[in-house]
């Protein structure tokens, strides 16, 4: 099955600078990357996602990145901002046949933006 | 709507005690997951059902789980004699039936199950 395999597991950054989070996977029938955003007592929220037709998609501060021959895909946050910190999570789904995007989710960044 | 609706939020239980969570997703969603989410972990898929029909059931799911959606409303999960190892944040999550929004998962904010 599909293995996502995510660093850093923790990341600090100053208020106003960029993050990075770096995701890798497994399988290469895998087709669609969402990021998720998870907060203290919260379920996870999607924030982005990206298919594998497609190598780049941006939406204001955020972005992310797919390399579908390397197998990996980054996240990209610039400007952040002390609300930008929660743990993200990574994950990679494959259209099952039953109707279903199973997803197998890496285990978490969590990023601290220092004001 | 008020998005993915979980209950009860923490539940704290004996071991060998049987628990029953409940989900009542978007209401316009007919498709709708369960997820379980071990501390520093990320989730991982237990079960899906499209309608009333459950259609997917991970190796995770192990005969002690049992998961219902009986109207294609809202859902439930049993765990039957419940080990300390079943400690966890239990997700729920919904998606529209559409192809075009299947993959776009809505979490609520979890039943989180302590078995002392």
């Known amino acids: 099955g599909e293995n996502v395999e995510q660093h850093p597991s923790t990341l600090s950054v100053q208020e106003g600078d960029s993050a990075v989070i770096k995701c890798t996977y497994s399988?290469?029938?895998?087709?669609?990357f969402p990021w998720y955003k998870q907060e203290l007592g919260k379920g996870p929220q999607l924030i982005i996602d990206i298919r594998s037709n497609v190598g780049e998609k941006k939406d204001q501060r955020i972005a992310v990145t797919l390399n579908k021959t390397a197998k990996h895909f980054s996240l990209h946050i610039t400007e952040t901002q002390p609300e930008d910190s929660a743990v993200y999570f990574c994950?990679?789904?494959?259209?099952?046949?039953?109707?279903?995007?199973?997803?197998?989710f890496g285990k978490g960044t969590k990023l601290s933006v220092i004001p | 709507d008020t998005g993915v609706s979980q209950d009860p939020r923490h539940k704290i239980t004996k071991r060998g005690q049987n628990v029953t969570f409940r989900c009542d997703p978007i209401?316009?969603?007919?498709?709708l997951y369960w997820y379980r989410q071990t501390l520093g972990q990320g989730p991982e898929f237990l079960t899906y059902?499209?309608?009333?029909?459950?259609?997917?059931k991970s190796r995770l799911l192990s005969d002690r789980f049992s998961a219902e959606r009986p109207k294609g409303s809202f859902s439930t999960l049993e765990i039957q004699r419940t080990e300390q190892g079943d400690s966890a944040m239990y997700l729920c999550?919904?998606?529209?039936?559409?192809?075009?929004?299947?993959?776009?998962?809505?979490f609520g904010a979890g039943s989180r199950l302590t078995v002392l």
């Open positions: 994950a990679a789904a494959l259209y099952s046949g039953a109707g279903s995007y199973q997803l197998t």
């Open positions: 059902f499209q309608n009333e029909a459950q259609l997917e």
């Open positions: 999550a919904s998606s529209p039936g559409d192809r075009v929004g299947a993959n776009v998962l809505t």
């Open positions: 209401s316009e969603h007919n498709r």
């Open positions: 399988d290469s029938a895998s087709n669609y």
